[in-house]
């Protein structure tokens, strides 16, 4: 008897409205939960990706391995939203945001409970793994 295939939608599970249920990198849902922020590295020539990614666009390979966002970045820039894309708009006010980690970078948000007045550009910030309050999965920047 054929075995069933079962779908790998772990990905439905990301940020407040989510686009996509399948991906290469489904992993970085299970490290979400574990509330660890993940990017890729290409084993072969040390590309970091974050969003993560599966494959190497220098490579042309799929040699990659796992490893954690951790540590601080520095504000790149952010821009708070008073308007937001059609399904966000229970979120708002949100500040999305930049992070360079030197290697590589982040986009994402500010957490809410970071007061306006204390977001400089230039100061070290980190990720967090974060649940929306309707269950679904995000990270966020917090002042480190
Ligand atoms: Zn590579």
Sequence with gaps: MAKKKEMDTRFSKFGTVSFTAITKVNDFIDYLEEGRVMATRCKDCGLVFFPPRADCYRCLASNMEWIEISGTGKLVTYSKLEYAPIGFGDDLPYAIALLDYGDYKVFGRIA??????EIKVGMDMKTVANTLPNGQLN?????A
């Design 112 to 117: 809410g409970d970071v007061p306006e007045e």
């Design 139 to 143: 990270y966020v920047f917090e002042k």
